[in-house]
C-alpha cells in the first residue's frame, strides 16, 4: 500500500491508534482457527470511540481497503481472518458499561468482555445470560456478530434474545442506532435483528444495548455416566418432551480424558460418555426435574447418576465441561465442528459420527450443548501432514453435510464465518443463498465488508 495513503489513515486518528509494524499487527492476522492462509493487514485500527470507527470505515471506503472487523478474536470459524492487505478495524479498546438496574438493561462498548457485563450486571442482582465456552474472553460484539449461544442457551436463549439496541458503522462510515432501550419495538423493518449473527459483512458494531434478568437462583445438578455416546444422547432425547433444563452438556471419553490431562478433577475416564445437567426451576419442581432427569439417564442405560444441591460440586462439573475446548486445544490441532441437529436426532448423529471418524481415519472427540442439539465434534489432525489435513477436512465436510440430511445447521453459535461458507450453498440453497447476498451488497455496494466470509 502507497505509504501517502496510510499516512491519511495515520494522521486523521489519535495518536497509536493505528498499528502498521509486522510485529505489532500479526496478532491480528487471525482468531482460534490459526488459518495458515490468514493474510497481512495492512494497518490495524485499534479504535477508541465510535467516531475512529467511521474514519478508519470511510478511509477504506475510499481506497476500497477490505475492512476486517474484530472483537477479541476467540472465534472458531475464521470469522476474522485478515485479507491480505485489508484494514482489521479492532474494538478491543471500547469496553465501557453501564448498567441500568431499573430498566434491566446494560449498554456496553463492542469491545466489553461477556465476563466483564455478568460481573457487572451481577453487581445488581441481576444476570446476563449468553454464555458461549470462551465467556472470559470473548467481547459482547463478537458475540452479536456469531448470535453467540453457550452452555445456558438451552433454556434462556442466545445472543438476540438479549440484544435490545446497537450503534453500527455502515460500510460508507455512517453511524447509525437500531432499536433502543425498550423491550418492544416494532418501528420499521427489524434491522436489528439483521445486524445480529451477520459476522462482520454488513458494518461494525460498536455499541451494545443488552437485556438482563434477575440473578439466577443457585441449581441443582444432575451428573450421569454412560458406557457410550449414544447412550447419552438416548438420554437427552427422553428428556426433551419432560423438563427443561437450564444446561445439559455432554462429553465423550477422549474429551473426559483430555480434561484430566489438562485440569485434573477426578472425573471417571473410563466411561464413554458424562451429561451434566441442571436444574434453577423454583420450589418444589427444581426436585421434580432433577428426579426427571435422573430417570431418563437410568432409563438410557447410565451405569452411574448421581444429583447434588451443593453448588461448589455443580460449578465443578461445569468447570470440566468448559475446560473441553482449551484441554483438546492442548493435544494439538483440531477442526472445530457447530453443527446443530434436532434433539431427538441426537443420539443417530452421534453415532454417525463416529461412524464418519472411523471411514476417513481420523480422532473426533465430542462434546455438546446436548440439551439443543448443538454439537462439537473436534477433528483432530498433524497441520505438517498433508494426508491427515485431506482426511480431516473431509470429515469436517461430511459432518455437516450429516446434519444438513437430518434437517439441522452447520453452525448454532460459531457462525459460518471462513471454515463452513463453502458448505453454505448446500444448506441454504440458491434462493435463499441469493437473498443472503443481494443483502449483503446493498448495503456495501464495493464489497469491502469481511470479504471472504459468511455468504
Known amino acids: 500500500m502507497d505509504d501517502a495513503v496510510l499516512a491519511q489513515l495515520i494522521d486523521a486518528l489519535p495518536a497509536g491508534t493505528v498499528l502498521t509494524e509486522p510485529d505489532l499487527t500479526e496478532s491480528y492476522r487471525d482468531d482460534w482457527t490459526r488459518s495458515p492462509a490468514a493474510g497481512r493487514p495492512a494497518a490495524v485500527v485499534r479504535a477508541g470511540s465510535a467516531a475512529d470507527v467511521q474514519t478508519a470505515v470511510r478511509w477504506a471506503a475510499e481506497h476500497r481497503v477490505p475492512v476486517v472487523p474484530r472483537g477479541a478474536g476467540s472465534g472458531l470459524a475464521g470469522g476474522v481472518t485478515a485479507v491480505e492487505g485489508c484494514l482489521v478495524v479492532s474494538t478491543e479498546r471500547m469496553t465501557a458499561i453501564e448498567v441500568d438496574p431499573v430498566q434491566r438493561i446494560a449498554v456496553a462498548g463492542a469491545g466489553a468482555l461477556n465476563v466483564a457485563v455478568k460481573e457487572a450486571a451481577a453487581v445488581h442482582g441481576l444476570w446476563y445470560p449468553p454464555d458461549p465456552g470462551s465467556f472470559r474472553i470473548s467481547s459482547v460484539g463478537g458475540n452479536v456478530a456469531t448470535n453467540a449461544g453457550g452452555i445456558c442457551c438451552v433454556k434462556y436463549g442466545v445472543t438476540t434474545d438479549y440484544v435490545l439496541g446497537l450503534d453500527v458503522v455502515l460500510p460508507d462510515g455512517r453511524l447509525v442506532t437500531l432499536g433502543g432501550t425498550t423491550v418492544k419495538d416494532v418501528a420499521g423493518l427489524p434491522l436489528l435483528k439483521l ?10 458494531v460498536t455499541r451494545v444495548v443488552l437485556r438482563l434478568l434477575p440473578a439466577q437462583p443457585p441449581a441443582a445438578t444432575v451428573v450421569a455416566w454412560f458406557d457410550t455416546p449414544q447412550q447419552a444422547g438416548a438420554a437427552v432425547a427422553a428428556m426433551g418432551a419432560r423438563v427443561r433444563p437450564a444446561m445439559l452438556e455432554l462429553m465423550d471419553r477422549a474429551t473426559v480424558n483430555a480434561v484430566e490431562d489438562f485440569r485434573p ?8 460418555a458424562l451429561l451434566v445437567g441442571q436444574s434453577d426451576a423454583p420450589g418444589a419442581a427444581r426436585a421434580e426435574e432433577v428426579e426427571v ?3 431418563c439417564c437410568r432409563e438410557a442405560g447410565a451405569r452411574e447418576v448421581l444429583s447434588t444441591d451443593d453448588p461448589a460440586e455443580g460449578d465443578m462439573f461445569l468447570e470440566a465441561r468448559r475446560a473441553a475446548g482449551p484441554a483438546l486445544d492442548a493435544l494439538g490441532a483440531f477442526m472445530a465442528e457447530d ?3 434436532p434433539v431427538h436426532l441426537v443420539p443417530d448423529v452421534l453415532d454417525r459420527i463416529a461412524e464418519l471418524a472411523r471411514r476417513h481415519g481420523v480422532d473426533v472427540p465430542v462434546f455438546a450443548h446436548a440439551g439443543d442439539g448443538n454439537l462439537h ?3 483432530r489432525y498433524e497441520p505438517g501432514d498433508p494426508d491427515s489435513v485431506r482426511r480431516a477436512e473431509a470429515a469436517f465436510a461430511d459432518i455437516m453435510r450429516e446434519a444438513i440430511a437430518c434437517g439441522g445447521t452447520i453452525t448454532g453459535e460459531h457462525g459460518v464465518g471462513r471454515t463452513k461458507r463453502a458448505a453454505l450453498p448446500e444448506q441454504l440453497g440458491p434462493d435463499v443463498l441469493e437473498l443472503n447476498r443481494r443483502v449483503r451488497a446493498a448495503l456495501d455496494p464495493l464489497g469491502i465488508m469481511n470479504p471472504g466470509a459468511l455468504c
Open 293 to 295: 432427569m435422573a430417570a
Open 377 to 379: 465434534p473436534a477433528i
Open 339 to 341: 453443527v446443530c441437529v
Open 265 to 272: 478433577l477426578g472425573l471417571d475416564r473410563t466411561a464413554g
Open 195 to 204: 445486524f445480529v449473527g451477520s459476522e462482520g459483512t454488513l458494518g461494525v
